[in-house]
């Protein structure tokens, strides 16, 4: 009953029909419910809502998904790159697991989350933890953009094999997107001397390639 309560304001915050439709079958096969116990909660929930004059069936994903890139638009048909698959595995553990979401937090910050709808998710569920009111509707309020709010739909539908491999996928994940933030900044840094080098600024250059040296051996200490 409680999975069921946690999605539903995800269910309706769906507004293209045949997406929600298919999310509806993935949840009622899911949690081994009917989905006319789906469709009647849905319809509760936003009774409710039309009750406190809120809009809790009006968030679009828009139409274009397919034509826009990973960082933006979570929904398109190609292969994610495993960076961002595994972000979105983080960000599903700290929906569906407290213990792991804990983790996760204390490992990361929302700034090593890719930017857009990802790193904006992320913001949301580390405030909401730090602010002990931690619930899908409370989430789907601090979002504001419609594909940060249908990653958070998304995301939140896992099975429970999913969840018998929260150790492994917390682990492997938070070391996939620890090495992609490394990687990101040598290349920026790389970039960096290249440009005190063409600008005369020697001293300014051998400092940031100790540091630069420093964070190649961070990368090497996580291989």
Not at 91 to 107: H, T, V
Not at 115 to 121: D, T
Not at 128 to 135: V, Y
Request: charge should be positive; include cysteine.
């Amino acid at each position: 009953v409680r999975a069921v309560d946690t999605l539903i304001p995800l269910l309706c915050a769906i507004e293209h029909e045949v997406e929600r439709e298919v999310s509806i079958k993935k949840v009622a096969a899911t949690l081994a419910v009917s989905e006319d116990s789906i469709w009647t909660e849905i319809r509760q929930y936003r009774r409710q809502m039309g009750k406190r004059g809120l809009r809790g069936d009006r968030i679009s994903l828009g139409r274009n998904n397919r034509e826009q890139d990973f960082h933006n638009k979570p929904n398109i048909g190609r292969i994610k790159p495993a960076y961002l698959q595994a972000q979105e595995t983080l960000l599903s553990l700290c929906l569906l697991a407290g213990d792991a979401r804990r983790e996760i937090i204390k490992e990361l910050s929302p700034e090593q989350f890719t930017a857009g709808a990802h790193r904006e998710l992320a913001r949301a569920i580390w405030t909401a933890e730090i602010g002990k009111g931690f619930s899908a509707t409370h989430l789907l309020a601090q979002l504001n953009s419609p594909e940060a709010k249908a990653l958070l739909s998304q995301l939140a539908l896992q099975d429970d094999y999913f969840l018998k491999r929260k150790e492994k996928n917390l682990r492997d994940c938070l070391l996939m997107v620890k090495r992609q933030q490394l990687m990101e900044q040598i290349k920026e840094w790389q970039g960096q001397i290249i440009s005190l080098e063409g600008e005369g600024k020697s001293a300014e250059r051998e400092n940031l390639l100790r540091e630069l040296r420093n964070l190649q051996k961070k990368l090497h200490d996580l291989a």
